[in-house]
């Protein structure tokens, strides 16, 4: 299956944008679906990921400023940002697991085996 990232784009601070994650199958089962980000010269960071049951688990530098959501009919994935400021400049992933593990695990990238491609999100000041 292929994960396509979509919703990126260059925005004021203090934007908001709507991220969305799509699996090219709509039947697509997953475990958890996570979001990352990597901002140029940074690693890859843990934003937030939801499992299968519907739980969500958010980073601790959220501060509830984004919200994970998502669509069981397709299996799609979405990501609301809001009050963007220029340190949300990143370029921003989706990710799936289809194996289950412990939720702690759910902020380490190597639980995920699928990708997407990445989309761009520049907020400018």
């Known amino acids: 299956v292929q994960l396509q990232a979509s919703g990126g784009g260059s925005v004021q601070d203090g934007d908001s944008l709507r991220l969305s994650c799509a699996p090219s199958s709509p039947t697509f089962t997953y475990h958890r679906m996570a979001w990352f980000r990597q901002a140029p010269g940074k690693e890859r960071e843990f934003i937030g990921a939801?499992?299968?049951?519907?739980?969500?688990q958010y980073a601790d530098s959220v501060n509830g400023r984004f919200i994970i959501s998502r669509d069981m009919t397709n299996a799609a994935m979405y990501l609301q940002l809001v009050s963007l400021t220029p340190e949300d400049t990143a370029v921003y992933y989706c990710?799936?697991?289809?194996?289950?593990?412990?939720?702690?695990?759910?902020?380490?990238?190597?639980?995920?085996?699928?990708w997407g491609q990445g989309t761009q999100v520049t907020v400018s000041s």
């Open positions: 990710a799936a697991g289809t194996t289950w593990s412990r939720s702690y695990t759910m902020s380490d990238p190597s639980k995920y085996k699928y």
């Open positions: 939801i499992t299968h049951s519907g739980d969500i």
